[in-house]
């Protein structure tokens, strides 16, 4: 079961968060600010990061910047108010995978978080598959064995999520993609959240990849439909 680190800083609700976490057959361990969380973070090891946005000292949007520099396979689920929009994209825009509105069901909270850690098992199980190391569609290289993504031959830095956008973008180059299908193929069959949580990852990996993130050439939007990928790709023999 995955080891949970929980950062919250009003008692009640990291209680209740950590108590029905334990229920549901987690490790949980709960710390009330985000300077906390980092001293914790360096000493034990954890599969998912819960993470208060309002946290007094270190805010939960730069602790969450600071966890993904320390590891870019943990998995980071933001706790937002339910009227602030703008955290969720805030949230998404840094490096979290998802986000949870407060108040939140803990069967919502334990849903997210086993859709969360089947995703990361299925990176780890991706990486021992034997494929075709090497695609290039146009400047960019995606390395299906190190997960690695380069344009014009200088690396691009891709969180797990990022990362499976783009190969599902480029082995499917030129297919139109439903946002609904690229949400069920990244997040899962039973992901419970917002289909907006696509639309800001492709603002966020245009931000990386395009030169100019207003006017996308590699990543086209299907109005009313999902995503396109406008280039021709071919497997590099070594």
């Given at each position: 079961?995955?080891?949970?680190?929980?950062?919250?800083?009003?008692?009640?609700?990291?209680?209740?968060?950590?108590?029905?976490?334990?229920?549901?057959?987690?490790?949980?361990?709960?710390?009330?600010?985000?300077?906390?969380?980092?001293?914790?973070?360096?000493?034990?090891?954890?599969?998912?990061?819960?993470?208060?946005?309002?946290?007094?000292?270190?805010?939960?949007?730069?602790?969450?910047?600071?966890?993904?520099?320390?590891?870019?396979?943990?998995?980071?689920?933001?706790?937002?108010?339910?009227?602030?929009?703008?955290?969720?994209?805030?949230?998404?825009?840094?490096?979290?995978?998802?986000?949870?509105?407060?108040?939140?069901?803990?069967?919502?909270?334990?849903?997210?978080?086993?859709?969360?850690?089947?995703?990361?098992?299925?990176?780890?199980?991706?990486?021992?598959?034997?494929?075709?190391?090497?695609?290039?569609?146009?400047?960019?290289?995606?390395?299906?064995?190190?997960?690695?993504?380069?344009?014009?031959?200088?690396?691009?830095?891709?969180?797990?999520?990022?990362?499976?956008?783009?190969?599902?973008?480029?082995?499917?180059?030129?297919?139109?993609?439903?946002?609904?299908?690229?949400?069920?193929?990244?997040?899962?069959?039973?992901?419970?959240?917002?289909?907006?949580?696509?639309?800001?990852?492709?603002?966020?990996?245009?931000?990386?990849?395009?030169?100019?993130?207003?006017?996308?050439?590699?990543?086209?939007?299907?109005?009313?439909?999902?995503?396109?990928?406008?280039?021709?790709?071919?497997y590099i023999d070594d």
């Amino acid at each position: 079961m995955p080891r949970i680190l929980v950062c919250e800083d009003e008692d009640t609700i990291r209680d209740f968060v950590i108590i029905n976490l334990e229920r549901a057959g987690n490790t949980a361990l709960g710390v009330k600010s985000g300077e906390e969380a980092l001293e914790i973070f360096d000493e034990e090891d954890f599969d998912v990061a819960l993470l208060d946005v309002m946290l007094p000292g270190i805010d939960g949007f730069e602790l969450c910047k600071r966890l993904r520099q320390k590891d870019a396979s943990l998995g980071i689920i933001m706790l937002t108010a339910k009227t602030q929009e703008i955290d969720k994209v805030n949230g998404l825009m840094i490096g979290a995978d998802d986000y949870v509105t407060k108040p939140f069901s803990p069967s919502e909270l334990n849903a997210r978080i086993d859709a969360l850690c089947r995703r990361l098992k299925r990176v780890e199980s991706a990486k021992t598959e034997k494929v075709k190391d090497k695609i290039q569609s146009g400047p960019f290289v995606l390395d299906t064995k190190s997960r690695n993504l380069y344009k014009d031959g200088c690396q691009i830095e891709l969180t797990h999520v990022e990362y499976e956008i783009m190969e599902m973008f480029i082995k499917n180059s030129n297919a139109a993609l439903k946002r609904s299908h690229i949400l069920k193929s990244i997040w899962g069959e039973d992901y419970v959240g917002d289909e907006k949580i696509v639309d800001v990852n492709i603002r966020r990996i245009r931000m990386k990849i395009e030169d100019d993130p207003s006017e996308p050439t590699f990543i086209q939007t299907m109005w009313g439909f999902g995503y396109k990928w406008l280039n021709f790709s071919r497997y590099i023999d070594d």
